[in-house]
């Protein structure tokens, strides 16, 4: 049973940082490409980051890039998302996903399996 728990949302001050944690189980974690997801009350669930299985190939969505980094520990099953710079636009759940490809895709279809999500508010 594959299972994704993030984990570092919470309460920030724009301008402020975070860092999530998705640490994945029942599967071999290095074999397969993962990605970030947020959805915002009322909105579609969007694409945030991707990064390849090695992680040597990376993809962000315009509005954040040069603000989040994603990054992936094959050691320890998890990969991250640091987020620096953050706007109230960026208050939503965040979901991390897994993709049965090792290259970073962007679609929602292409991806498998999906955590639980964790919540990031933003104030002004």
């Known amino acids: 049973q594959v299972q994704l728990v993030e984990s570092g949302g919470g309460l920030v001050q724009a301008g402020g940082s975070l860092r999530l944690s998705c640490a994945v189980s029942?599967?071999?974690?290095?074999?397969?490409?993962m990605g970030w997801f947020r959805q915002a009350p009322g909105k579609e669930r969007e694409f945030v980051a991707a990064?390849?299985?090695?992680?040597?190939?990376?993809y962000y969505a315009d509005s954040v890039k040069g603000r989040f980094t994603i990054s992936r520990d094959n050691a320890k099953n998890t990969v991250y998302l640091q987020m620096n710079s953050l706007k109230p636009e960026d208050t939503a759940v965040y979901f991390c996903?897994?993709?049965?490809?090792?290259?970073?895709?962007?679609?929602?279809?292409?991806?498998?399996?999906w955590g639980q999500g964790t919540q990031v508010t933003v104030s002004s």
């Open positions: 990064i390849s299985a090695s992680g040597g190939s990376i």
């Open positions: 029942g599967r071999t974690f290095s074999f397969y490409a």
């Open positions: 996903a897994t993709t049965a490809v090792r290259v970073p895709v962007t679609r929602r279809s292409e991806y498998n399996y």
